[in-house]
């Protein structure tokens, strides 16, 4: 069972900065990918960034790209998403998430395992 808690969600205003932040616990998968899907009211859940757990490898989505930044601390199973110039369409709970394989595309389709969410709020 993998276990995956996420902090650092809040109210910010447009241009702000945020850094969220995702611990696991439980079972870990060293050759897999981890990261983060958000959800906006009235939206389908996106894929937001991922990483490779050894660090290596990271993937993007177009509207975040440039703005984003997603790092994985190995030592203490955790994984970071700096979020910066945030703009209010970036409103949206952010899921934290893990799929076992080594595959971004495998990860952008759908993980095996989901935190419960953070939620991020950008004022205009």
């Known amino acids: 069972q993998v276990q995956l808690r996420e902090s650092g969600g809040g109210l910010v205003q447009a241009g702000d900065s945020l850094r969220l932040s995702c611990t696991t616990s439980?079972?870990?998968?060293?050759?897999?990918?981890m990261g983060w899907h958000r959800q906006a009211p009235g939206r389908e859940r996106e894929f937001v960034a991922a990483v490779s757990w050894s660090g290596r490898s990271t993937d993007y989505a177009d509207s975040v790209k440039g703005r984003f930044t997603i790092s994985a601390d190995n030592a203490d199973n955790t994984v970071y998403l700096q979020m910066s110039r945030l703009k209010p369409e970036d409103t949206a709970i952010y899921y934290c998430?893990?799929?076992?394989?080594?595959?971004?595309?495998?990860?952008?389709?759908?993980?095996?395992?989901w935190g419960s969410g953070t939620q991020v709020t950008v004022s205009s």
């Open positions: 439980g079972r870990t998968f060293s050759n897999g990918v």
């Open positions: 998430a893990v799929h076992r394989m080594a595959s971004h595309a495998l990860f952008r389709l759908g993980p095996d395992y």
